[in-house]
């Protein structure tokens, strides 16, 4: 749009409340003023053009999502100071539940106009609410985001959402307590689990510590494995595939040879995971890029820290490369404003770099959108990290991610997978068994 | 007979009685619509829903599958088994501790009665996240109970409470033992006070004991006041979900509830049909329609348990 566009805009909504005598002279006066204005703000960019309306948006964290939206929120209104925008913050459950109650009883009214939803649920929603949600295919330009985010957002070659935030996984370890115990950086690059396990042992008998902390109810290294194999609990056609797996039992048995190698310390919940290397009790974490936040709580430990890629698999599909999390910004079909909110994810996460290097200082938010990621803040060294370039090396890894179909069940597997658990890490049953009663349980599950 | 010799006075009288009919059931009318819509509409329209298999919007219509389909989930198997674990093991321990607790505080001749009857019964009006996340902290592998039980050398090894199935079970147990003692301990304590000292001082005179006299005057004195609590406490164990969802892991973020499910509940069972899982609205109702089922079932028994003939 053009400034033209802009002032035409001003003159009708002043012009209400003057008189007409004095409309011709004032409006005039007015135009020359936010030419002035504009161009002295903005210099001679041009202008999204003079959007109206009220948006509202759902999302869940109030140390993450919610001030990322935040700043977005500022920066469209500075082009367009007429649209009002609410955030509207919740617990990720409550955004779920709330979403899922208003679509299932099928009225308009109650809804947001924009919702971010977990990219293991993009495709639950999507086939589950059909037409619920506005096909951006051709409103965002796709191929300046990680490919990976753009596969769990496409049902039927059309591409619902806006790729968010990155959780590409890493190897992060503690330099001084490896060093410690004989190992280099470079030995903890590109390694496999066996050799993670091996270094793990080592750790613990040179100092003691364990390697990482670990929890047997949490399902999230399985989905970094599979993942970095580009596989997943689903073939193509969505139907459970576990039992034939390779990938699926290969991880299963790392998971056992993790515990049995006595390089872990149990946790149980997330606090309990966070304090063991906040403590210092642990080594390393192996975890999705947003843990950092966590990590550097404990500014003690400031410069100890280092990261590597995720280890893999013994499988030649495995990778180096995986993710666990992250999230993308759906537009809802039937919102009244959809134009100004399409237009907004638009205009700052589709294009707004400078953004992505803000929110990944302030919030530490590694975006997926890949122009950015030459910006300042990527390219910086981080003192955390004794120097490293952390967060280059995760846009370099984050391209190599092995793109899945989380399919609609990611949530029932993952809990399949993990309720026999248990058993097997006992002893009690052998993988093969563990496999076989999960894909059932899975079957009997999602049979429709 | 009746007719041709009525009053008109008695004429007047009828009309009277059918204009304060009219007034009756117009005032009536409004609870009765209210209860219609906001119970008997959802139960008949549950039971509808629990004959529908969903996809979120995508319903289609499946007769009584959905309950065969129930009989093959080993989650659900198992959310009705860990609720049955906590039924009958956690509320008989619970009821029984009330039951002594309330006989003891019932005493006149103990000081500062008052002061133990408020400190017993505080912790029902403990905000649940906090005395979950307190629990959470005392029963990790290196929190209080681990460390002093350490100390005291009666274990050698810290045991893992929220890490094993097992002692996942049995720290819920203890944490709800510790919430609701209390409660169901002010129903007897209220009941204590109808019974007569009289009947102790008899019982006295004949020479029972203090154990006698609890089995045979304050048992039977306070058999309804136990059927009572016996059904609510029924009736909340089946219907379990805000311990097992603080209790385990990350609550929706884990991936089970408790080490192996061991936690999971029927309520929370329903709570992930609809919510975490693919929304399958239909197969979640006819989870809730199995608790009604048997709650009523477990209903009757005690009914039947307590010989209560009204």
Redesign the interface.
Known sequence: MSVKCEIGNYAVHSGDKLKKEETVVKRLFSMLLVVCVLFSIFGVTVMAGGKSGKITIWAWDPNFNVPVMAEAKARYQKINPSVEIEIVEMAKADVEQKLNTVLASGMKEGLPDIVLIEDYNAQKYLQAYPGAFADLTKKINHKEFASYKNELMTLKRKIYGVPFDSGVSALFYRRDILAEAGYEPADLNNITWDQFIEIGKQVKKKTGKAMIAFDAADGGLMRIMMQSAGEWYFDKNDNPNIVNNEVIKEGYIAYKKIVDSGIIKKTSGWNEWVASFNKGETASVITGCWIIGSIKAEKSQSGKWAAAPTPRLNLKSSVNYSNLGGSSWYVIEKSKNRAVAEDFLKTIFAADQDFYQKILVEQGAVGTYLPSQDGVAYTKPDQFFGGQKIFSDFSTWMRKIPPVNYGLFTYEADAALMAVMPDYLAGKIDVETALKKAEEQLKNQIDF | MENTTRLPSQDREKRHISAKNKYGWFFISFPVIILAVFMLYPIISSLFLSTM??????Q?FVGLRNYV?LL????FL?ALKNTFIFFIIQVPIMLFLALIIASLLNDKSIKFRGLFRTGIFLPAVTSLVTYALLF?MMF??DGLINKFLLAIHLISEPI?W????FWAKITVMIAMTWRWTGYNMIFYLSGLQNIPDELYEAAEIDGANKLRQFRFITVPMLKPIILFTAITSTIGTLQLFDEPMSF?????????I?????LLTMSVYIY?L??????N?GYAATVAYVIVILVAILAIIQFKLAGDKR
């Open positions: 298999s969903s996809r979120g919007m995508i289609k389909k093959k989930d080993t989650v198992q959470k990790s592998l893992p929220l890490m094993d199935p385990s892991s990350g609550g929706v973020t884990a991936a089970t408790g080490p192996g499910n061991s992930n609809c919510f975490k899982y693919m929304p609205f």
